[in-house]
């Protein structure tokens, strides 16, 4: 089974050798993967440490691709162009991959002929301990566990630090939806992708073993700002869906950026309570449920006055044509 390893990047240079240096180091046959690089837009020494990587591993196939339009969806947009494999397998450039990370994708894609994607286990590897209350949040920062042993599943979701898909599926629904743009959501990325394939009704299988361990940064990710971030990100995803995706109009955004609303003075409230109680752990979480529905008012706001915004969110310049590509 051949695989094409796609890796986006921004501005990890000093991460991004951790995750190629997990990729020379593969069991699997160096003549059925390439890897592909996708640098969007950074202004670091990125290309000069692929460029190295591409000169001291001549054995392995390493590709290395410039795109400036900021976005992440656009550089897999490239990379998903670009593969010449049956199978497209994602990851992060601060990914860490076991030694039989392809060999296992492979081993659950080849024991059934309906498995459209694999997805992989993911833990958090810190860089230094972290504060005991991130472990209650390390989701957000894609930790993935269905168990020790494999299974297949329709619906089971991917994320997209350690997805793999067969190339043809991903073009059918028509690749990710839009997501980041430097450190901010635009729209619903990876879960995007994992609706459609639910609403087909594909399956999905789980590899256990295919281990990819996200390296995180305790002074950066462990942080209230941080998480508050993401929570505000997946608030995002709720009116991106119901606007540009399941376009149901204007109606049912108002419908719930009101229900947003009083969920996030129920928060307020809570977060002042707690506060006045000392309860840290309770207080992050009302935190964090305030950002993910404030990000759910302000996202219908700029819909509903921004008409640029509004078009932009319309375009489909995210969906895969493989007939141009050609």
């Not at 670091?44 to 795109?67: A, G």
Request: net charge positive; charged share 25%; aromatic share 14%.
């Amino acid at each position: 089974m051949k695989i094409s390893v796609i890796i986006t990047t921004y501005n990890r240079a000093g991460i991004l050798p951790m995750c190629l240096d997990s990729l020379i180091v593969q069991n699997y046959p160096k003549s059925d993967f390439e890897v592909i690089i996708v640098n969007n837009n950074s202004v670091d020494n990125t290309e000069e440490v692929v460029e190295d990587y591409i000169r001291k591993y001549p054995e392995v196939n390493l590709k290395y691709y410039f795109v400036p339009k900021p976005g992440q969806v656009y550089a897999r947009q490239i990379g998903i162009l670009a593969a010449k494999n049956e199978i497209l397998s994602f990851t992060d450039d601060d990914a860490i991959l076991v030694p039989d990370w392809l060999k296992e994708i492979a081993n659950v894609f080849s024991m059934s002929d309906k498995v459209v994607g694999v997805a992989g286990k993911i833990k958090i590897k810190w860089n230094e301990t972290p504060p005991e209350w991130i472990y209650d949040y390390e989701r957000q920062l894609g930790k993935l566990d269905y168990g020790k042993d494999i299974k297949f599943e329709v619906g089971l979701y991917m994320n997209a630090g350690n997805l793999s898909i067969r190339k043809d599926i991903l073009h059918e629904v028509g690749g990710f939806n839009p997501e980041m743009v430097g450190d901010w959501l635009l729209g619903d990325g990876e879960t995007g992708l994992w609706k459609k394939l639910y609403k087909k009704k594909y399956l999905i299988g789980w590899a256990p073993d295919a281990l990819m361990y996200h390296y995180q940064i305790v002074s950066k990710n462990a942080t209230i700002e941080d998480i508050k971030r993401r929570f505000y990100n997946n608030g995002i995803c709720i009116p991106y869906n119901i606007y540009a995706i399941d376009k149901e109009g204007i109606r049912p955004l108002l419908k719930n950026m009101r229900y947003a609303f009083k969920q996030w003075l129920k928060w307020s409230v809570n977060k002042v309570r707690f506060g006045l109680l000392d309860n840290k752990k309770s207080e992050y979480y009302a935190v964090f449920r305030k950002a993910f529905y404030y990000a759910q008012i302000s996202y219908t706001l700029k819909i509903i006055f921004n008409k640029e915004f509004r078009n932009t969110l319309l375009k489909d310049d995210w969906s895969i044509n493989f007939n141009k590509a050609k």
